[in-house]
Each structure stands twice: as structure tokens, then as C-alpha cells.
């Protein structure tokens, strides 16, 4: 299905098969000028890059985002989600704003470094 968002098209798929077919290219990478704000925000890394940068990206991060890898960060991405729905919390008074990134940051460090700690112990 194609849909307009003013100039802009976008082809939504909702069959498993089809979207397996164009999540498996390694051809049609190529990102929308949209990802150019993002750009301005997280940098010109894995999510944003194209073509060769991405494939070297890519290949070098395989293997750190395989299932079973990722099993053992379940319970270090449990506790800090919610020590960070904790601070979130603490810091909210519903009246003003609030930048959370900084607690992002800091609760993605927690992350790691909690993987870290328990590999090493």
C-alpha cells in the first residue's frame, strides 16, 4: 500500500514475506532524506550510514546483536529500565520540562557496563 504524508510517499508492507524481501537487500539501503534530522542528533553511524560504511558496520556488529548474546543482557536491561523509570519518576513534577536524554545516556552506560560486571564476575 502506498500512502502520501504531504510530498512525501510511503510504501507500507504488511506481508512478512515481502518485507523479508527488502530487509534482506543488501542493494536498497539507501535512507530518506528524513534520516538527515536524525543525522543532526545521533551522528552518522549504523542506523543512518549507507552503503559501504553501513557494510562494514554492519558486519563488525553481527555477532554482538546475536539472540543469544542479547539473552544475557535481559535481566541488566530489566533492573536499569526500571531504575530509570525510577529517576524519571523522582525528577517529573508534571509542571515542567524535563531533557531525559541525559538519563538515556547515562541508563545505556548503566547497561553496559552492568553486562561488563557480570561477564567479569
Known amino acids: 500500500m502506498q500512502l502520501w504524508f504531504g510530498p512525501v510517499p510511503v510504501a507500507m508492507v504488511t506481508r512478512g514475506d ?7 537487500s543488501s542493494v536498497n539501503i539507501s535512507k530518506s532524506s ?13 542506523l543512518i550510514s549507507t552503503n559501504e560504511k553501513w557494510r562494514s558496520r554492519r558486519k563488525m556488529l553481527t555477532q554482538t546483536f ?8 535481559q535481566k541488566v536491561f530489566t533492573a536499569q529500565g526500571k531504575t530509570l523509570v525510577e529517576v524519571l519518576q523522582f525528577r517529573a513534577d508534571n509542571m515542567n520540562p524535563i ?8 541508563c545505556t552506560l548503566d547497561i553496559i557496563c552492568g553486562r561488563l560486571r557480570s561477564v567479569t564476575e
Open 18 to 24: 515481502v518485507a523479508k524481501i527488502i530487509f534482506d
Open 34 to 46: 528524513q534520516y538527515e534530522k536524525l543525522k543532526e542528533w545521533i551522528g552518522d553511524g549504523l
Open 66 to 73: 546475536h539472540f543469544a548474546v542479547l539473552k544475557d543482557y
Open 99 to 106: 531533557d531525559i536524554l541525559p538519563y538515556i545516556k547515562r
